[in-house]
């Protein structure tokens, strides 16, 4: 994920799954999940969509600085995957564990955007 035109692909393609996730959530899910989840559910989108907005935002000061920003992207992308994955995945199927492996995905989250600034400071 080193390559500034592909980061901006790949967040444009999450950005669009996110709208998506949303719109399933506040239609076709209002009616089946509890309001705790469908609360669960809000929170992964709006995890996914802001980060997947950053993401944009790290290629793009990447791409002016002209500084590699693979790492950080990486670990946003990771992030996505992980937290709001898991959110998604246990509002849908119930599994209770799945909640315990998001906070790996906060972890990612907080580990992309001080790798993000450390990179910046240099």
């Keep these: 994920m080193s390559n500034p035109k592909i980061i901006i692909a790949i967040a444009a393609f999450l950005l669009a799954i996110a709208v998506a996730a949303g719109a399933f959530g506040a239609h076709a899910l209002k009616n089946i999940l509890s309001p705790e989840r469908l609360e669960t559910w809000q929170t992964a989108v709006q995890y ?36 709001s994955g898991s959110l998604y995945t246990l509002c849908l199927t119930g599994i209770g ?3 315990a492996i998001t906070p790996i995905g906060g972890v990612a989250f907080i580990a992309g955007w001080i790798w993000f600034g450390i990179k910046m400071l240099k």
């Design 48 to 83: 996914h969509a802001w980060h997947a907005l950053g993401l944009f935002l790290i290629a793009m000061i990447g791409a002016q600085l002209d500084i590699t920003v693979t790492w950080p992207a990486s670990l946003i992308f990771a992030g996505i995957l992980i937290f």
């Design 97 to 99: 564990w799945m909640g």
